[in-house]
């Protein structure tokens, strides 16, 4: 049983195209977030959510919306992808009372 | 959060134990110690946290100094599987969600 799920794997798009990427977590957690790892490999937070409200909004930019239906689901839309989007998304979870955070096997976004 | 520093890589011989130091000489009284790794192209994995005593799981131990300026994660007897770039992340017990500022890490490379 995958703990964090996300879809699809790999992704490649043009630029000023719209895409979405999507997470699923069946740990029971209530917090998920986004990570992004750039092709530096340094791994930033971009959002978090709990229960449903976001909590966690870095500095990024307005294209990006996540989105969570449900406690179980964050999903990632970007708008108008530029080239410098191209990295890894990983989505993550974990329980507000604290333990580590769980993460997804990442999302790798190229643009082109 | 504190800063933490680690050495940026390590070798390990397959079967020994891995010692994987830390310093966080600005940590506070209510700060984590968090370890996290994460193997080429996948997604970083919790391993381990605490707050001053030592810890032990299935992956892994954490020995914490009493000072709590420093830690130090052993893999008691590492295998090829372990070789990845190894985290440590001071920061505060999460409330609502809390990000993980992962830094360089340590890359551990272990050996036949």
């Known amino acids: ?112 | 959060d504190a800063k933490t520093t680690q050495p940026p890589s390590m070798d390990c011989a397959e079967g020994r134990a891995a010692n994987l130091p830390c310093n966080h000489s600005t940590i506070s009284g209510n700060e984590y110690v968090y370890w996290y790794r994460q193997i080429h192209s996948q997604g970083p994995q919790y391993i381990i946290h605490g707050l001053k005593n030592n810890e032990t799981n299935e992956m892994a131990s954490l020995i914490i100094t009493e000072d709590r300026k420093s830690s130090t994660l052993i893999l008691p007897h590492a295998t090829l599987r372990d070789t990845a770039v190894y985290y440590c992340i001071v920061r505060v017990e999460p409330g609502r969600g809390y990000a993980l500022n992962f830094g360089k890490g340590t890359s551990l490379l272990v050996t036949p």
């Open chain 1, 1 to 112: 049983d995958t703990a964090v799920s996300q879809t699809p794997k790999y992704l490649v798009t043009q630029m000023g195209n719209d895409k979405s990427i999507k997470c699923e977590q069946n740990l029971g957690h209530d917090t998920m977030y986004w990570y992004k790892q750039d092709s530096k490999k340094f791994l930033k937070i971009m959002f978090s959510y709990n229960n449903k409200e976001l909590i966690i909004n870095e500095t990024v930019p307005n294209r990006f919306s996540p989105k969570s239906p449900d406690k179980a689901h964050l999903n990632l839309h970007i708008n108008s992808l530029e080239l410098g989007d191209s990295a890894v998304y990983f989505c993550a979870s974990s329980q507000v009372t604290g333990g580590g955070q769980y993460f997804g096997p990442g999302t790798r976004l190229t643009v082109t």
